[in-house]
């Protein structure tokens, strides 16, 4: 009996590599595979109990079972359909001994099998070695069941549902070669249940980026707006392939950030600005690209290119800082790979443009702005103080405004200021002007005054007729402004021609008043002298 148990513990053996083969051969593509069957154990060959013939016996039982393993038969059925029903050979009646019968469960991508049992009543043994039922599924042994439902057994399946993580479920029904009672066997149904892979996708590398919808047996993803999904239908890529910045100061980040970038990217920004103008770039304390402790920047990575320099590539936590480019063209990429949860990065840029001397003011003139530093682009306005005007190429003006150029040059001169001029005053009809000054000035705060031939005329209205140059350069009166008085003649009282001017304001006798006409207009000084 002893050559009895030894020989069925080898059978057993030899049994579960045949399992193994046959699960090797369904993998390779096999619907159904015929795999020796091992027959009832040769009563003769158990009667041999002498020690002489022990060795021998063994020997000779271990080559009959491998020589029973190859030619025995053991049954693969194949199911495809989305539900079914499984028994046992012979069901409702008693399964036979020494079989093996293996269902392959395969349904559509996107589906799962939910396998349970109507009825379960095999030989009990422990742990399952004599009769049993297995379930399998991707290399690993889901549920092993025996015994009757009848006992209460932990080993039989009861109202237990067995589900597959994939679209395959293998079930093995397996007995022994002999039995001592009666047992009926097993009746199981499966159906294929749909995967809700939006909520049971735990695998990174199959979940979407953004947004996952179910369907009846599979599931699509899509992106946010201003997102295309990626070629492999999952990752959602921003477009960024072409980000224009042209202002003279900005903010550039990876999409998203601080959230985590997009995936399977290659994003350009461009800095394009006039010339005479140098770019410079100031990254944020902390960046977070993807990085690898050993290789530089295998994964993701930021690359700037400006003119004949490049710096980086960049990754990591370690910020480049700053950077100045000089030059007016920079090119910013960032490329990223189909993994990874980093932030990104954040970096502002400003221009800073070619230099121009510091300007002078003119005497009796100011700049504005007056600063330490004028760069490209930058302008300044000079003008004069009061009583003064801008002369630039003899003509006049209140203010003249210069530009610093991109080769740092200025795009004028500096102007002069020219004290204001009135020049000559306007004559009056039967009057004279006197000037305050001997040298009869014109200019800024010069001061003349209006008089009337007398006693024949007089100022009307009754004013004093002085008049100020004033900052602009125009002759001013507190009296009139800029309205000149008028001579009117004076009315006389007489009896005989010509007749004196009379103390009533009566006018003179006509020939008074034409000789009064016919002499010529004069100017005096402040000296009362005649010019």
Not at 510 to 526: S, V
């Amino acid at each position: 009996m002893e050559n009895a148990r030894q020989l069925q513990r080898h059978t057993r053996t030899l049994t579960n590599l045949r399992t193994k083969i046959r699960h090797g051969a369904r993998r390779a593509g096999n619907q159904t595979a015929l795999l020796p069957k091992i027959p009832p154990f040769p009563t003769p060959l158990l009667s041999h109990t002498s020690g002489d013939t022990h060795g021998s016996e063994m020997r000779y039982l271990l080559a009959w079972s491998l020589c029973a393993f190859l030619l025995c038969n053991t049954d693969a059925v194949e199911l495809t359909d989305m539900f079914g029903e499984i028994q046992s050979p012979n069901f409702p009646d008693s399964y036979p001994s020494d079989s093996e019968v293996t269902w392959n469960i395969s349904v559509p991508d996107g589906f799962r099998i939910k396998l349970y049992f109507m009825h379960f009543d095999l030989e009990s043994s422990y742990l399952c070695e004599y009769d049993y039922v297995k379930i399998e599924a991707e290399d690993q042994v889901l549920a092993t069941f025996c015994g009757r439902e009848t006992t209460d057994t932990e080993q039989a399946p009861g109202q237990q549902a067995i589900l597959s993580p994939g679209a395959y479920m293998g079930l093995t029904f397996r007995s022994d070669f002999s039995n001592e009672e009666r047992f009926t066997g097993f009746e199981a149904h499966y159906t294929a249940v749909d995967v809700d892979e939006c909520l049971e996708k735990s695998d990174e590398e199959l979940a979407c980026d953004h947004y996952c919808h179910n369907y009846i047996g599979g599931y699509y993803c899509s992106c946010r707006f201003g997102y295309i999904l990626h070629s492999d239908n999952r990752t959602c890529k921003v477009e960024c392939s072409d980000n224009l910045f042209t202002q003279r100061s900005g903010v550039i980040t990876s999409a998203d950030f601080p959230n985590p970038y997009p995936k399977s990217s290659d994003c350009l920004y461009r800095v394009e600005l006039e010339d005479g103008f140098f770019i410079t770039l100031q990254f944020e304390d902390s960046i977070d690209i993807e990085d690898h402790p050993e290789v530089s920047c295998p994964y993701d990575y930021i690359k700037i290119k400006a003119g004949p320099l490049e710096f980086g590539p960049f990754c990591g936590e370690k910020s480049p800082g700053r950077i100045e480019t000089q030059t007016n063209s920079v090119q910013i990429l960032f490329h990223s790979d189909n993994s990874g949860e980093n932030r990104g990065w954040k970096l502002s840029y400003a221009a800073t443009g070619n230099p121009c001397p510091l300007v002078q003011p003119p005497i009796n003139g100011k700049i504005d702005p007056s600063q330490a530093r004028y760069t490209f682009k930058d302008q300044v306005v000079i003008s004069c103080n009061p009583g003064y005007k801008v002369l630039k190429d003899d003509v006049e003006s209140d203010t003249f405004q210069i530009e610093c150029l991109k080769d740092g040059t200025w795009s004028n001169k500096v102007p002069i200021c020219k004290m204001a001029d009135c020049r000559a005053p306007a004559e009056l009809e039967h009057g004279f002007i006197t000037f305050a000054s001997r040298s009869n000035l014109t200019t800024y705060r010069s001061v003349i005054w209006y008089s009337c031939h007398r006693p024949y005329y007089r100022l009307a209205p009754n004013v004093t007729g002085i008049y100020t140059c004033d900052e602009n350069g125009i002759w001013r009166s507190e009296e009139l402004g800029t309205k000149l008085p008028s001579c009117r003649p004076v009315k006389h009282h007489c009896s005989l021609f010509p007749c004196a001017p009379s103390l009533m304001g009566t006018f003179p006798s006509p020939a008074g008043l034409k000789e009064l006409d016919e002499q010529p207009r004069r100017y005096f000084n402040g000296t009362g002298d005649a010019n």
